[in-house]
Structure formats: structure tokens, C-alpha cells
């Protein structure tokens, strides 16, 4: 490939700085009110070096990691899509003159946004969503406008969370593509990776040094150590098994520990699922429509005629986890999970997908035989 | 031009901050001022217009056998009436006496407790007279409110979520204070209408806007108590805004 160059900078800083000169504004992962969340930064800063996350099913703590680290943490608390996908989004708005009623669609703010600090598996999780809003899916224009005028700097991962289990569906903890720039924190200092000739165009701009080969080597045995720290996975058999077994007992076992509560769909990096609003205001001469991110896990999500169709919190649960695992194939032709783990961490009962899977991939027991009479 | 919609605003027992939030609606009372004929708003105007009236906002809960004659006659006067707030929809706060000796605190609090003529429970409006429609909420959203109100005067649904407060909190970029803090939290088995208020400066959901409906706190409360919650403080969580909303009461017992 053309974009191979690897060079070695010493901080994130002067990078952070080239992109603000380059009119990007830079989100990044920061800690604030006991979580890492994503938010746009004015400098290096306030990036939460040396602060490492631990998950757990439904727990997650920061905590401080080894000094002077940058990136040795994971994943914020909610994927990136707010960026690209927002959750309350404005589609029109309707004025009523003298000759019926007037539509505008507001005027997209155009913002360059350098996303610093994704990891490999939510990048895969905006490739999925391309296939989902992009052209090729429901050409959702607020989406497509965003998406081009977004660039990626990919953090490769030193640590995995008890919670990732990327490496089953292969999309981490190491980007081969799809980035401009991709950082690996080596012992002395960040190995660079261009993707693009935009990354390359960057790149230029900063202080570095050439890699040396032992370097890239480095990199990718962290990789592979982080690779090696996931003990979590999808069992291969999991989404025909899950399109099969729409009757398996396991259903209602999850469904009894189920807050049917959203969580899970909401930070979830692929969910696309959104509502539309009206709204009219107390003359009757303006009305807005807004699109908001809503979540099969709500009841008026399968309203139709009449009420909901999925009434109990069996069948939602079993929505969504035939929607992500199962049927985005027939979709998309892709799993709907990357396997970052969100869904097992920030479900505040600490339900665990993976298990979910695995139960249900697990033929039922047969029930006991009749014993005469 | 048709007659302009008559509002009638009445308050049973509360604090009146649910009139506030109307109140505080700044330019948007003006507007609904031009929009509505105010026939009474006690709280506002001292013109009492008889009835009937279009709509009939109640705040407050029932707590006196005059109550009872007062929300009767207010139903039979009016078209639509819409119960505001955790007093007038699941008795309130005041409800807490519902489970305890009414009488013992108002001899603990009055000299003379014998000149009160109060009735042994606090209950929602929804026990004496049909309700249309409820606004959730310890104070309602004014949001909620202009919504419910223009909805009527487009004759359209008015457009209320039925969902928990996790959505809100998550659309607007809060982290679930339940994970990452262990911060006790109602916000899943709570009706979203608040935008997350308490989550947003990192408190847990106290549950002001109710039980959502269908949702099992049973659930929440097993994961609360594996995060250290003893049963008494299980029984207060639930024993708060909407004590008296069945769920809410059945889930109290169930720790006591
Ligand atoms: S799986 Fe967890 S996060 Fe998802 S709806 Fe159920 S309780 Fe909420
Ligand atoms: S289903 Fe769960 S693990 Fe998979 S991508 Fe979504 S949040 Fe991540
Ligand atoms: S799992 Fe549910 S919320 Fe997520 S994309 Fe599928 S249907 Fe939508
Ligand atoms: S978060 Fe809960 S307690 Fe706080 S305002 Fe909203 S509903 Fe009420």
C-alpha cells in the first residue's frame, strides 16, 4: 500500500496542536464525573494520561495506571456515533404563510472533526454504520455530510477490558486500514501508521523521527498481548443458533434479570435505531420534525396499529440480540457487534451478551420425558 | 373564530411548585396567555371565572373529605382534566402518611391537632374522578405542559415518553451513574419527561417523574442490594416522590 511511512513522535501534544491549526476540532476520550467520555479538546492536556479504565459486567472504575502513559485506558463510555449520528437531530421545520405551509431544512453546521484516541473496534463500528446510513444503506444525509467531513486517529490498544472480546470478530486491537493516522504507545514514544495521504499530510507537520523496524515489531507484540488478555467471545454458531432458537428457555432467564432499560442499545457504537418527533408551537404556525435516537427497548418501538408488538421485556431482549448477532447479517451481511464490550459494562444489571450468546447456542435441554399416567 | 380554549388551573394539597413551572415559562405564558382564555388560575390572576371550562390542570393531592366535593365538582365542570405533578398523580410525598399513623404526626406537629379535618390517606385525583391524561414529575416539565396544551389546540396526541429515564440520560452524553459510581439510581424503572436532571450532576435518579409503567424494580433493587443496599434503604428509595404509585408502594413493602 502507498501509505506505509511509520515514524516515532514523542507526545500527542504537537499532533493535537497541528489539527486545531488545521481548522480540525479534536474529540477525544477525557475523565470527567468518574467515567471516560468524549468531548472536545483544546490541547494534549487534557487527554487522561497516565488513568486506566477497569470493566467489569455492569462496573466500571477509572483508576491511575502507570504514570506518564497516555492511551493505556480503553474505551469511553459511549461509542462515537453521537458524532456522526446525533441523538436529537432537527429534520425540518414547517412556517404556515398565506398560501399553505413553507418547509426548511436547517442549515448543516459544517464542523471538521479529527476523532483522536478511537480505538480499532469503534472504527469498524463506523464502517458498520456506513453500510447502515451511508450510501449504500438509507443515504441518511446528515450522517453522509458528517462522515466526510470526519478524520480518524487511530489508538491501537496496549490493554484490553476484562469486558472486549474484539479479536473474535477481528476487529482490533489492531487497525490495518480504514484510519488516517494510527498511534501505537511504544516504551519510547507514539509509533505513527498513515493511513491516508491526509494522514500523511499531517504526519509532516510534526516533529518525528524515523521507526526502526524493532519498533514496528514492538507494536505489533503489544497487539498481540493485548490480544491474548480477552477472555470473552461470540461462539462462532451464535447467530444461526440465535435466528433458530426463538423459543429457547434461555429467553426467559434473561428476560427475569432484564431492566429492559435501553442502556445496552444506547452506548452500544452500532445502533442506528432512531424515532421522529413533531412538535407545534402554541400559535399553530410553526412545527419542527426532529429525528432522536430511540431504542428497541422501548415499548413504543414496535407500536403499530392499536399498541406494541413486543409487549414483554422476553421478546425485546430477544430483539436485540437477534437484530445485533443474528439477522444484521441478512442485513448487511455483517455482524452488528464488534465486540467492544459496552453492552456488558454499562448494562447496570451486568448482563453479558457474550454468555447470552452462548446460552442460547447451547441446544435446550430436553424437557423430561412424560412419566406415564 | 371559534371561542378561545378556557384553561382552569386548581391546587388540592401540594407546594405549588407544578404552577411554578407554568408560571416560569416566561414568554411562553404571554403566548399562551394570547393563545388560552386563563378563566381561573388562583396562583396568577385574582379573576375566578365559573366554569365550564376546556381543560382543568390539577395539582395536588386529595386529602380532605372537602377535596373530594371540590375535584368532583371541577370534573363534571370541566371537558378535559389533566392531573399535574406526583401529588395529584400518585398522592406525593404527603402520600407518606398512607403508610404510617397520620394522626401520630399531627399530634407530634400541632398544638392543637382536634381542629384538623384531614383524611388518613393522601391519594392521586385518578381515585375520585376519571383523569384524561396525567403529567408526571416533582415539579412537572413546563415543556411537558406547553406540549399537552398546544397537542390540544392542533388536536393532535400529545407526544409524551414511555420510556426510562436511562434514554434521556444517555442522549444527552451522561455515563450511567449506577456503573461508574455505584450511585444508587431509580432512572430504569423511571418515566423519562425530566431530561435527566439528577444523573446530569451526577446523582442518582431520585424517581420524581414515577414508576414507568411495565417496568420491574424488582430487578433494580436485587443489583442495588448486591451493591450494598440494606433493605430499610431499599424501602426509602421507593418511599419517595411517588410512594403511592402502586409499583413503587408494592416494591417498598416488599423490602420492609
Ligand atoms: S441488557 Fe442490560 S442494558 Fe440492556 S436493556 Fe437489559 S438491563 Fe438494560
Ligand atoms: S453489541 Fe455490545 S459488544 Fe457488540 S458492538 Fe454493541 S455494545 Fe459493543
Ligand atoms: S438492536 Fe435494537 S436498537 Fe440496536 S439497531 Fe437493532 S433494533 Fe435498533
Ligand atoms: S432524574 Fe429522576 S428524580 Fe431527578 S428530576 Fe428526573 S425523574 Fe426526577
Same mark, same amino acid.
Given at each position: 500500500m502507498a501509505f506505509q511511512a511509520h515514524a516515532i513522535i514523542d507526545s500527542p501534544a504537537p499532533l493535537v496542536a497541528a489539527l486545531k491549526d488545521a481548522g480540525w476540532k479534536v474529540i477525544a476520550p477525557v475523565e470527567r464525573d468518574g467515567a471516560l467520555v468524549l468531548a472536545a479538546i483544546?490541547?494534549? /492536556? /487534557? !487527554?487522561?494520561?497516565?488513568r486506566v479504565d477497569r470493566a467489569s459486567p455492569g462496573e466500571v472504575r477509572i483508576e491511575d495506571g502507570r504514570?506518564?502513559?497516555?492511551?493505556d485506558h480503553t474505551l469511553?463510555? &459511549? @461509542?462515537?456515533?453521537r458524532w456522526l449520528h446525533p441523538p436529537r437531530h432537527l429534520l425540518w421545520r414547517a412556517n404556515r404563510g398565506r398560501d399553505g405551509f413553507e418547509l426548511k431544512t436547517p442549515p448543516p453546521e459544517t464542523e471538521d472533526l479529527a476523532f483522536l484516541g478511537i480505538r480499532p473496534c469503534d472504527l469498524a463500528a463506523i464502517a458498520r454504520l456506513d453500510a447502515v446510513l451511508g450510501p449504500d444503506g438509507s443515504a441518511d444525509t446528515e450522517y453522509m455530510r458528517r462522515r466526510r467531513h470526519m478524520l480518524s486517529v487511530v489508538v491501537q490498544c496496549a490493554r484490553a477490558a476484562? +469486558?472486549?472480546?474484539c479479536t473474535g470478530p477481528g476487529?482490533?486491537?489492531?487497525? /490495518? #486500514?480504514?484510519?488516517?493516522l494510527a498511534l501505537t504507545e511504544l516504551e519510547i514514544g507514539l509509533l505513527v501508521e498513515v493511513g491516508s495521504e491526509r494522514g500523511a499530510g499531517i504526519l509532516e507537520r510534526l516533529p518525528s523521527r524515523e521507526a526502526r523496524e524493532t519498533d514496528i515489531e514492538e507494536a505489533h507484540a503489544i497487539s498481540r498481548k493485548t490480544a491474548g488478555m480477552q477472555r470473552r467471545r461470540l461462539p462462532p454458531s451464535a447467530a444461526a443458533a440465535i435466528a433458530q432458537?426463538?423459543? #429457547?428457555?434461555?429467553w426467559d432467564q434473561l428476560a427475569a434479570r432484564? !431492566?429492559?432499560?435501553?442502556n445496552c442499545t444506547l452506548v452500544c457504537p452500532t445502533c442506528f435505531c432512531t424515532d421522529v418527533e413533531d412538535t407545534t408551537d402554541l400559535s399553530g404556525d410553526h412545527a419542527e420534525r426532529w429525528q432522536v435516537w430511540d431504542s428497541c427497548?422501548?415499548?413504543?418501538? &414496535?407500536?403499530?396499529h392499536e399498541g406494541?408488538?413486543? +409487549?414483554s421485556v422476553r421478546s425485546r431482549y430477544r430483539q436485540w440480540l437477534t437484530h445485533k448477532l443474528a439477522t444484521w447479517y441478512d442485513q448487511y @451481511? +455483517?455482524? @452488528?457487534?464488534? @465486540?467492544?464490550g459496552r453492552c456488558i459494562a454499562w448494562c447496570p444489571v451486568g448482563i453479558d451478551l457474550t454468555a447470552a450468546a452462548e446460552a442460547i447456542a447451547?441446544?435446550? &435441554?430436553? &424437557?423430561?420425558a412424560p412419566t406415564g399416567g | 373564530m371559534t371561542a378561545p380554549l378556557r384553561l382552569a388551573v386548581w391546587k388540592f394539597a401540594s407546594c405549588d411548585g407544578c404552577q411554578l413551572a407554568l408560571l416560569e415559562s416566561g414568554d411562553l405564558l404571554l403566548e399562551l396567555a394570547e393563545a388560552v382564555?386563563?378563566? *381561573?388560575f388562583a396562583e396568577a390572576s385574582s379573576s375566578m371565572r365559573e366554569g365550564p371550562w376546556d381543560l382543568s390542570l390539577v395539582e395536588g393531592s386529595i386529602t380532605t373529605a372537602e377535596d373530594i366535593a371540590r375535584i368532583r365538582h371541577i370534573r363534571e365542570n370541566s371537558r378535559l382534566l389533566v392531573a399535574i405533578g406526583a401529588c395529584a398523580t =400518585?398522592?406525593?410525598?404527603? =402520600?407518606?402518611r398512607n403508610v404510617a399513623d397520620a394522626g401520630a404526626f399531627a399530634a407530634a406537629v400541632y398544638? *392543637?391537632?382536634?381542629i384538623l379535618d384531614a383524611l388518613e390517606t393522601s391519594t392521586p385525583v385518578s381515585d375520585h374522578v376519571a383523569v384524561d391524561l396525567e403529567l408526571q414529575g416533582c415539579p412537572i416539565s413546563s415543556a411537558q405542559l406547553l406540549e399537552v396544551i398546544t397537542a390540544l389546540l392542533s388536536g393532535r396526541k400529545p407526544q409524551l415518553p414511555v420510556e426510562p429515564v436511562c434514554f434521556e440520560c444517555k442522549r444527552a452524553g451522561h455515563p450511567c451513574v449506577l456503573v461508574a459510581n455505584g450511585t444508587p439510581c431509580l432512572g430504569p424503572v423511571t418515566t423519562a419527561g425530566c431530561g435527566a436532571l439528577c444523573p446530569a450532576v451526577g446523582r442518582g435518579c431520585y424517581g420524581c417523574f414515577g414508576p414507568l409503567p411495565g417496568a420491574v424494580p424488582a430487578v433494580l433493587s436485587q443489583r442495588l442490594a448486591e451493591l450494598g443496599l440494606h433493605r430499610a434503604e431499599l424501602t426509602a428509595l421507593y418511599r419517595?416522590? =411517588? =410512594?403511592?404509585a402502586p409499583a413503587n408502594a408494592e416494591e417498598a413493602a416488599r423490602h420492609e
Open positions: 483544546q490541547s494534549a /492536556e /487534557e !487527554l487522561p494520561r497516565g504514570p506518564g502513559r497516555w492511551f469511553p463510555a &459511549s @461509542g462515537w456515533k476484562d +469486558t472486549c472480546f476487529t482490533g486491537p489492531r487497525a /490495518e #486500514h480504514g484510519f488516517d432458537a426463538p423459543d #429457547h428457555p434461555e432484564c !431492566l429492559a432499560c435501553g427497548f422501548a415499548t413504543g418501538f &414496535s407500536f403499530v406494541p408488538v413486543r +409487549t @451481511g +455483517t455482524s @452488528g457487534c464488534i @465486540g467492544c447451547r441446544p435446550a &435441554s430436553p &424437557s423430561p | 382564555e386563563i378563566a *381561573h =400518585a398522592g406525593g410525598i404527603q =402520600a407518606l398544638p *392543637h391537632p382536634e419517595s416522590f =411517588a =410512594a403511592a
